[in-house]
């Protein structure tokens, strides 16, 4: 079967058992506590905690997922970053018996994988939660062995929650014998032995607790299931390919590598998956307008892009080899996901904008690097401090694993605890001089500032209503005469989109609408609609200023009452702030 046929039939055969197919959501989480989407069931967390589903009680989805936890495992044969997770949920619905009993239905009957191949992890039980015995008992029924069902801790059979707090509850898993040959262990070479005998294919979740943010179980009062299994492993054991790269997914991704090398992909392994790994997050991300950054998903984009590129190194690739790649990518998934083939002009800029711009640092980054070791590793010292590793990011753009990958060539260690010591001051630093820019808070904020400060939330949502929804904000500068606005966006602004811009601020103006202010949980803004960036910068209660129902923003002020105060607003310059970065100027007309 092709990954077509196999997804396809994943779908079909919940269908038939009653659930709703639901689409992938997007990669950018709307939950507050978590960046990325990470798992099917994220999309649905409010469904187990008694919000009615309005989907139904039953439902199934092929998801689109992204996992930084396992971007260093990735080039093994079953670790990824981007990835996809077929999954079956229940919201207060059936609970272990028929999702043990489905999964069996469909990976013994349906897809023919022999039962004896298969091995079974359930949750062995701990001081706060018994021993499932249950799903052991069940497994039993359906003819696995006692002896290959086998009991472990919470760290790998209890999952959840997403995020700081949730839904969460103990797991059976489904692990595939790939090769039937124990190694040197013996008997006790079972489901999450190291060796590489067995890949855990499926994760069946009964979640009957919710953890609160001090890791505080209590029960559920609505029991519910929320299973993943990983597609590209499924393919693997369906195929009878030894790894999650030899897949019809990615193997013309990997084909086209090899066209442009004289390294033949079985004697560089590592290299090509991580390549093929990344290229594919990076054109899924850049589907969603994420622009390479230095913060939250941006910051996931360039590091993907910027390892991708180093490793093509080790290649000698060609310069610019990401575009066809990502080319490659989008005629691999675009008949599943339209989006990236609409999006395909947009992804290509993208990548090719961070492409340039990091070829163009990497060399005299590298530079300084031998440089660095020189000055900064004195005597027999192994360690490069964290100031120093900070500094390549800040001057040279160089991830913090980048740098770690050029240290452990040289068979040395990076300080990551004083590298995150450094990001962090550097932050304060940051968030410091953006207060200070905004005309202050309170007695230091002049009316000038709150009336270009709210003028700013005007021109924020405008562009966003004119230009599209993936416009962010990505820096902005007030003074007493002018504004500064810089935003996500790939291409010059138009004449005719400039006039538009300006003329829905002024009507906005001209209605008068009333500013209010409101404080609020953090998570309850976020659900209100209000918009936020650079998350990890707000408390737990902040401020929210909505502009009558056009604007709603988290936001830490000056602000004035009502629009009219701003009297007319007109944009003064647009230009470019960086690749994918354009930047308004504008100002306050008497």
Not at 277 to 296: C, M, T, Y
Not at 520 to 540: I, Q
């Amino acid at each position: 079967m092709t990954s077509i046929e196999i997804r396809q039939r994943f779908l079909d055969f919940f269908k038939e058992k009653g659930h709703k197919i639901v689409p992938s959501s997007s990669l950018l989480s709307s939950d507050p506590t978590v960046l990325l989407t990470t798992a099917g069931m994220q999309q649905f967390k409010e469904y187990y905690l008694n919000k009615p589903s309005p989907y139904g009680n039953r439902v199934t989805s092929c998801q689109k997922c992204f996992r930084t936890s396992d971007i260093d495992e990735v080039g093994d044969d079953s670790h990824l970053t981007f990835l996809e997770m077929l999954g079956n949920f229940s919201f207060g619905d059936y609970f272990k018996t028929k999702t043990i009993e489905f999964a069996y239905e469909l990976l013994v009957k349906k897809y023919k994988i022999p039962e004896f191949r298969l091995w079974i992890t359930y949750f062995g039980g701990d001081e706060n939660v018994p021993e499932d015995n249950e799903s052991q008992k069940i497994w039993q029924k359906l003819g696995i062995p006692r002896e290959k069902i086998f009991g472990f801790d919470r760290k790998d059979n209890f999952w959840g929650p997403t995020g700081e707090e949730g839904p969460c509850g103990p797991t059976t898993e489904i692990h595939f014998d790939l090769t039937q040959k124990p190694c040197p262990k013996g008997e006790n070479c079972r489901p999450n032995c190291d060796c590489g005998r067995f890949v855990e294919v499926w994760n069946l979740v009964f979640n009957e607790y919710y953890q609160d943010k001090e890791k505080n179980l209590t029960p559920l009062k609505q029991k519910g299931v929320d299973t993943g299994m990983g597609f590209e492993r499924l393919i693997m054991v369906l195929q009878k390919k030894s790894s999650v790269f030899d897949i019809d997914l990615s193997e013309p991704i990997i084909k086209e590598i090899e066209k442009n090398t004289q390294k033949p992909y079985n004697l560089n392994q590592k290299v090509y998956r991580v390549i093929t790994d990344h290229i594919k997050g990076a054109v899924f991300l850049a589907s969603e307008r994420v622009i390479p950054s230095n913060v939250e998903e941006g910051y996931v984009l360039r590091r993907i892009l910027r390892r991708a590129i180093r490793f093509s190194k080790l290649l000698d690739l060609p310069k610019i080899f990401l575009i066809p790649l990502a080319q490659k990518t989008i005629k691999i998934y675009q008949n599943v996901y339209p989006e990236i083939k609409s999006a395909e002009a947009d992804i290509l800029t993208i990548i090719q904008n961070e492409e340039e711009k990091f070829e163009k640092t990497l060399e005299k980054g590298l530079k300084e690097f031998d440089k660095l070791i020189e000055t900064d590793l004195v005597g027999n010292k192994k360690i490069i401090s964290g100031d120093k590793a900070f500094w390549l990011f800040e001057t040279y753009g160089f991830p913090l694993e980048l740098t770690e990958e050029l240290a452990k060539e040289k068979k040395l260690e990076v300080d990551r605890k004083g590298f995150g010591k450094a990001f962090k001051k550097h932050q304060e630093i940051s968030r410091a001089g953006a207060e200070k820019k905004f005309g202050g808070v309170g007695k230091e904020a002049t009316y000038e500032a709150a009336r270009l400060h709210t003028a700013t939330h005007l021109l924020h949502q405008s562009l966003r209503k004119i230009l599209g929804e993936h416009v962010k904000q990505m820096g902005s500068d007030i003074t007493p005469q002018r504004l500064r606005f810089d935003f996500s966006h790939l291409s010059k602004m138009t004449t005719e989109e400039i006039d538009k811009v300006e003329n829905l601020v002024n009507q906005k103006i001209k209605d008068n609408l009333e500013v209010k202010k409101e404080e609020m949980e953090h998570k309850e803004a976020l659900e209100s609609g209000a918009l936020a960036f650079f998350r990890e910068k707000y408390p737990e209660r902040v401020t929210v200023y909505s502009v009558g129902n056009f604007s709603k923003e988290i936001c830490a002020g000056p602000h004035v009452s009502q629009t009219q105060e701003l009297n007319k607003f007109k944009i003064i310059k647009e230009e470019s702030a960086g690749a994918g970065v354009r930047r308004i100027r504008a100002i306050l007309e008497e």
